[in-house]
């Protein structure tokens, strides 16, 4: 077979320099796209891409992806903190499993409601730099992160609605990387796990944000005006703080 009839399909691949790569082929992809999501490389190609054209953009691009590879996001004995609920990496003392998660809620320690511990095997240790394994332990945190928003995310949003004279339909809690909430023109509010990391103030004004939603399914003015009276007048300076806000997951 030409190499030119070699097209590049979509999977996960190892490169030398930028470590794991996964390729996605788009049908409405009309460029390589490439972006980090944490350690590991996505990169979106149109169908049929040629490995010729793929090589020569990683030839051209992969020195700038490599500058700007974030650094691994997860350490040994790492915790992650939140009003509520802890999250703690720790070598674990099962060889056989990976990456794992336990959690203590009947004798948490650092005046934490519960301790969510991330158990990692001593060859994971050894790789926790990797993509797959800063990945193991993304997925877990937000596992515990679901968990812990149902139990003190969610009864703080149905006060806020009871404060504000307002009713949704249900609450429901959904990971979104891109969304921390969202209201359907069913009048259900969807809240991401991610706002258990939040400081009580800016998960407020998410709630509100969504609960503002009930009255305009829109951005408009009038819309900013209702959720601005929500947040007693802040919804500009808040709206400022979540943008500069960094999440300790990916």
Known sequence: MRASAITIQSG???HPEL?????????RARSIV??????????????????????RFIDRFGPRLLATKPKPRFAIDQILDTPE??????QGWEDDKDVFMTSVEKTPVRR???NFYIHLSALAVDRIDTAEVQGHINR????????????FVLPRARQLASEVGRRPLGWAIKESRTKLGSCSSRGIITLSPRLIFLPQELRDFV????????????HSSSFHDVCNEYCGGRE???????????FPVF
């Open 34 to 55: 490439a972006r980090w999501n944490g350690a590991e490389l996505r990169i979106t190609v149109p169908p049929k891409l040629p490995q010729a054209e793929y090589d």
């Open 19 to 27: 470590g794991d790569i996964r390729i996605t082929v788009n049908g």
């Open 140 to 151: 877990l945190i937000l596992i515990g992160a679901h968990d812990a928003s149902a139990k």
């Open 207 to 218: 709630i509100y944000h969504e609960l503002a939603h009930l009255s305009e399914m829109n």
């Open 85 to 90: 609920v802890d999250f703690s990496i720790v």
């Open 12 to 14: 996960l691949y190892s």
């Open 112 to 114: 934490k409601y519960k």
């Open 236 to 246: 500009q300076e808040l709206q400022q703080r979540l943008r500069l806000f960094r």
